[in-house]
């Protein structure tokens, strides 16, 4: 019998990253509109059992809390989008994502131990810590692409990344 | 709705007031709020907005998980959409936000509107 060897990598989207895939200038050459395709795409064939026949090596989980979702709408209304136009977008997210419940108290115990620069993001840091994350794909580079951020969410054996450098590490491990 | 059909809330959920169908305010000791959604599935989730948030918008967070949730399951008994249907109204949505002047130059520009 063939040998499978398969690896989860769990990532929390950060808004800005699912913002911008969605209003990229050019899809094709857009890293976070290229990430989120082959995130749906993962996740469709395996949920629809399409992958049975060859196997995926690297197994894609898209992880998301309500809070974040918020955040979506808020900065979506934010640029004017009408709410029809929102709904379709977060129902788009709620399909191919699995949801986190972050309580208060994630946050306040969060609060104590976060570097400062990172407290305006701790909603995306406790998705990630309680969703079991490998990954964090962002943009930001004021609160989570920090060194200090970085070093922070490696305690939890969770890589800070951006778009580009998480299709990089995909790349690598050999699947896409 | 009616007692029986009412779904067995969390006991956490005791105090809480129904806002409308499957969405609760739960009212946590540092006097904050959090915001409690019950789903047809009997499952349940709560989560609490940074801003405060209007009944419309918290239907709209109710519809879009409870539909987000059907999709999902749809695609796994194989009824739901196909991914080139899925892939190709995203598409058409953004063709619209393009011709609507929506897009970023730069995608990294999206970062400027966390704060």
């Not at chain 1, 979506?72 to 989008?81: D, H, I, S, T, Y």
């Not at chain 1, 994630?106 to 909603?123: F, G, T, V, W, Y």
């Not at chain 2, 009616?2 to 739960?26: D, F, H, M, N, V």
């Not at chain 2, 609507?100 to 995608?107: A, K, M, Q, S, T």
Request: aromatic fraction near 8%; hydrophobic fraction near 35%; glycine fraction near 4%.
């Amino acid at each position: 019998m063939r040998h499978f060897w398969t690896i989860e990598v769990r990532l929390v989207v950060d808004t800005n990253v699912r913002v911008a895939a969605e209003l990229a200038s050019s899809k094709e050459t857009s890293a976070a509109a290229q990430l989120l395709r082959l995130i749906q795409r993962k996740v469709y064939e395996r949920a629809s059992g399409k992958a049975g026949e060859k196997r995926q090596r690297v197994v894609v989980v898209w992880l998301r809390s309500l809070e974040m979702q918020n955040e979506l709408r808020e900065q979506l209304a934010k640029r004017g989008f009408r709410s029809s136009w929102v709904l379709s977008i977060l129902q788009e997210t709620a399909m191919f994502s699995e949801l986190v419940t972050v309580e208060e108290r994630d946050i306040s115990n969060l609060r104590k131990q976060a570097p400062l620069e990172a407290h305006d993001d701790l909603h995306v840091i406790a998705c990630a810590i309680k969703g079991k994350a490998t990954h964090i794909v962002t943009y930001d580079k004021r609160h989570l692409l920090t060194p200090e951020a970085k070093r922070f969410m490696r305690r939890y054996r969770i890589k800070v990344v951006t778009p580009a450098e998480m299709l990089d590490e995909l790349r690598r491990l050999g699947d896409p | 709705m009616s007692e029986r059909k009412r779904p067995k809330l969390p006991p956490e959920w005791q105090k809480a007031e129904r806002l409308t169908r499957g969405i609760y305010r739960l009212h946590t000791p540092d006097g904050k709020y959090r915001y409690g959604f019950a789903f047809p599935d009997g499952t349940f989730t709560s989560f609490s907005s940074r801003h405060p948030i209007s009944l419309e918008d918290l239907r709209l967070h109710y519809r879009a998980e409870v539909r987000g949730r059907r999709d999902q399951e749809m695609i796994r008994k194989g009824l739901g959409p196909t991914l080139e249907e899925i892939e190709r109204a995203q598409k058409r949505r953004w063709e619209k936000f393009k011709r609507l002047g929506l897009v970023l130059e730069r995608e990294e520009d999206a970062a400027l509107l966390d704060d």
